[in-house]
């Protein structure tokens, strides 16, 4: 197995790698579904979407493409769903919470780096003590550009005061693994979360794979 070596800091993606928010993601499309009438669809129909956010939602609950003339008032309406829903039922994916602590007991400073934008991270992190020694947390919207694009991750190194080539980013979709590349960071490709075993993960050409968080720390020296 391979261990990186001369690591400052560890990165992760939000959804999907430390928490599961496709409850209450899955939640505020189907209330939309319930207003207009409409059956409601099973949390297992949202699930694969999760990672996809406001659009993959309203794809599962009404077949909707960023190119329908209504989807930006339907984006705005399950945003609005969401800010009432996105603590109720939100939670950290198994073994976190001790991967997270023995990055802190090596001494291994680590933030979130996501393309939610701050207007549901901030209140979403403060709400969980997961995140209380975050050192930093940005969001899509905290510089110009969002993931792909290598602006995030450069960001957060600069919070943390590390060089980006002493970094590892870890994420569950290939968007993470390119701007992790392109930010000059190891990436390791989270493949526990919503992915699902249909998907070739290999073909993102991450430096690693995990099939669960703490298998992160078999990659990390000290293990």
Wanted: proline share 7%.
């Amino acid at each position: 197995m391979q261990v990186f070596r001369d690591i400052q800091a560890v990165l992760f993606d939000l959804d999907g790698t430390l928490i599961d928010s496709a409850p209450d993601l899955g939640g505020a499309a189907d209330k939309m579904r319930l207003d207009r009438g409409m059956p409601s669809l099973s949390a297992e129909r949202y699930r694969p979407m999760a990672g996809a956010g406001a659009r993959g939602m309203l794809h599962i609950a009404f077949g909707l493409s960023p190119q329908d003339p209504d989807f930006d008032a339907m984006r705005e309406e399950f945003f609005a769903n969401y800010e009432r829903c996105m603590t109720h039922n939100t939670y950290a994916f198994d073994g976190v919470q001790e991967m997270l602590q023995t990055l802190e007991q090596r001494q291994l400073p680590w933030g979130v780096v996501t393309n939610k934008s701050q207007r549901f991270t901030n209140p979403l992190t403060r709400s969980m003590p997961l995140f209380a020694n975050a050192g930093a947390v940005v969001s899509g919207d905290t510089t110009p550009h969002a993931k792909p694009h290598p602006a995030p991750l450069l960001e957060a190194a600069r919070r943390l005061g590390v060089d980006p080539g002493g970094c590892i980013y870890v994420g569950d979709d290939e968007r993470d693994i390119v701007a992790g590349r392109a930010a000059g960071m190891r990436t390791v490709a989270a493949t526990y979360g919503y992915l699902g075993s249909q998907l070739d993960t290999g073909a993102w050409q991450a430096d690693a794979e995990i099939k669960s968080p703490l298998a992160l720390l078999q990659l990390l020296p000290g293990a």
